[in-house]
Structure formats: structure tokens, C-alpha cells
């Protein structure tokens, strides 16, 4: 949601973000309690997989200025 609201808003230019695609966008890798990145994000549970819909919000919502 935080996601779409800053794209609407145009304040969703993050010109070296830290997830690898290097915007704001979640960044999933924890593993065993830890994440590696230090920015990490735990996967939710129940409902409709998160990851997929993570992945594709940069292509459906590109990021920076119009």
C-alpha cells in the first residue's frame, strides 16, 4: 500500500535505493531470523503470497519523476 501511495504522490523517486533494482522497493532475504542486507522485510503469512506482488510493483508502478 505504502508503495502505491508514494507512486501517486510522486515521492517514490529513489535514485539508489537500496533493493537491488536500486529503488524503495521491499527487499526479501531473511533468513533464519537474519537478513543479510540489514533491510530485510518477512515474507506474510497466510492470504495471497506477498513475494510475487513485491516483485512485480516496480514494473506496474514504475519509480521517479513523470
Known amino acids: 500500500m505504502a508503495w502505491k501511495v508514494r507512486h501517486q504522490l510522486k ?3 529513489v535514485p539508489m535505493g537500496v ?3 536500486h529503488n524503495d522497493n521491499m527487499i526479501q532475504d531473511i533468513q533464519n531470523g ?3 542486507s540489514g533491510y530485510g522485510h518477512p515474507n506474510c503469512k497466510g492470504g495471497t503470497p ?3 506482488i ?3 510493483l516496480s514494473k506496474n ?3 521517479g519523476p513523470k
Do not use: M, V
Open 19 to 21: 533493493s537491488p533494482d
Open 50 to 52: 506477498s513475494s510475487p
Open 61 to 63: 508502478y514504475p519509480t
Open 34 to 36: 537474519n537478513s543479510p
Open 11 to 13: 515521492l517514490d523517486a
Open 54 to 56: 513485491i516483485k512485480s
